[in-house]
């Protein structure tokens, strides 16, 4: 074979290889490029949330929850329900309502957002049952509370200032999950407060949306009605008749980190 032919052979298999390495460079993008499901069954727990698209009309997205299930496998195929007739109220940012109480990718029925209350028909050791349009369905206890805590808080306007080195605020009256934290505040901090309870206070609190904007595409900010322990707090009016000091010391010890 002369030298010439060799030389065309091998630019000819150099420029086979070039063609093949950009191929799989191609694949290997569209592979890692994000994807949003067509229906939240499809691939794990979506929520439906409101939105913008660039030209300023309104659109839903899908966004994922799986976060906001209960850390340990809670998983339990034939649990021992008993009947009750209750409401609870959706602590976590986001929960997943399922066909049943295995936490699976395919089972997932709705997903209630923070503050949603349920009517429960029953309830095992993890689990509650709920009538969800008619069918019986299931939710963690662990993402939920009882929404008869937050009935019982007493309406109150007043002033109140942080004690605490950095106090927890919470989308619940309760420090028996993390999943009711949306903040904290520090000592010296005054917020508004609009309603107690015999250890907690119900309080004005700044969050920015995570699904709206303003004209210049930064985050709105919200005011949000959220709790924090009384055992951190003082009033600032002269006279109110709330009961700020009572509360657990073990629990009330868990929302300050001084």
């Known amino acids: 074979m002369n030298k010439k032919v060799l030389m065309l052979l091998v630019a000819a298999l150099l420029l086979t290889t070039a063609v093949a390495c950009n ?6 993008k569209e592979t890692n490029a994000p994807t949003t499901p067509a229906n939240p069954s499809d691939t ?4 439906v949330v409101p939105g913008t698209d660039e030209s300023g009309n309104s659109v839903t997205y899908l966004e994922p929850v799986g976060t906001q299930e209960p850390q340990t496998d809670i998983s ?3 649990p021992t329900f008993t009947d009750v007739t209750k409401q609870v ?9 399922r066909t049943s109480t295995v936490i699976a990718d395919n089972n997932g029925r709705a997903w209630p957002q923070e503050n949603q209350i349920l009517d429960v028909t029953g309830e095992s050791d993890k689990w509650y049952r709920i009538d969800y349009d008619g069918t019986p369905c299931y939710i963690a206890k662990d993402v939920v509370d009882d929404y008869a805590v937050i009935q019982a808080f007493t309406p109150l306007n007043d002033e109140v200032e942080i004690t605490g080195g950095s106090v927890n605020v919470r989308s619940y009256p309760s420090s028996a999950t993390e999943w009711s934290i949306r903040g904290q505040l520090t000592a010296g901090t005054k917020v508004t407060r609009v309603a107690v309870s015999e250890g907690w206070s119900r ?3 700044e969050v920015e949306s995570e699904t709206e904007t303003d004209e210049s595409g930064n985050a709105k900010v919200e005011i949000k009605q959220y709790y924090i322990s009384n055992n951190w707090i003082k009033s600032l009016s002269a006279d109110t008749s709330a009961d700020t000091e009572a509360d657990t010391p073990a629990e009330s010890a868990t929302e300050a980190a001084n």
């Open 203 to 205: 309080i004005l609190f």
């Open 89 to 97: 109220v959706v602590v976590a940012r986001a929960a997943t309502i």
């Open 44 to 47: 794990g727990d979506y929520i």
């Open 23 to 28: 191929k799989d460079s191609g694949n290997d």
């Open 76 to 78: 339990d195929p034939n």
